[in-house]
C-alpha cells in the first residue's frame, strides 16, 4: 500500500486532502517569497502532510484523538517530530513556513475533519479506486 503522492496519482488523491494541501501551499507562498507554487511544491508538500500525519499516527499507536491533539497542541517532542518529518521534503528556509502553515491550517479546520484524513491514511483509501 503505497501512500506517497506523485504526478501520476495526485489527481487520485482524496478532493479533502487535496483542499489542505492547497490551503497550505497557499499560506506557505504568503510566509515565504521564495516559496511557488507548481506541481512539484504541491506534491512535495501533500507528501509532507502525509509523512506528519503518518508519524503521529503510528507513534501514536493508531489512536486518531492522541493524533489530532499531537497535531493541533503539539508537545515539544511533537513539534520536533513534525520539523523533523518537515526537513525531510524542504530546505531549512522553507521549513518554518511550512510548519507554521501545517499548524495554522490544522488550527482552522473542525476535528472531524482532521480525524477524517487520519482514517483515510489509516485505511489506505488517500486514493480514489483504492480498496
Given at each position: 500500500?503505497?501512500?506517497r ?14 483542499a ?36 503521529l ?75
Open positions: 500500500m503505497a501512500n503522492v506523485t504526478k501520476e496519482n495526485y489527481q487520485d488523491l482524496d478532493e479533502n486532502v487535496r489542505v494541501v492547497n490551503k497550505v501551499c497557499l499560506k506557505v507562498s504568503e510566509r515565504n517569497d521564495r516559496f511557488t507554487i507548481d506541481p512539484i511544491t504541491i506534491i512535495i508538500i501533500a507528501n509532507c502532510i502525509i509523512s506528519v500525519i503518518r508519524r499516527y503510528v507513534c501514536y499507536f493508531n489512536n486518531s484523538g492522541s493524533t489530532l491533539k499531537g497535531l493541533r497542541n503539539p508537545d515539544w517532542f511533537q513539534k520536533l517530530m513534525i520539523k523533523t518529518q518537515i526537513s525531510r521534503y524542504v530546505t531549512s528556509d522553507l521549513s518554518p513556513d511550512v510548519y507554521d502553515a501545517i499548524q495554522e491550517q490544522s488550527s482552522e479546520m473542525a476535528d472531524g475533519d482532521i480525524v477524517n484524513i487520519i482514517n483515510l491514511y489509516n485505511s489506505g483509501k488517500l486514493f480514489k479506486g483504492r480498496t
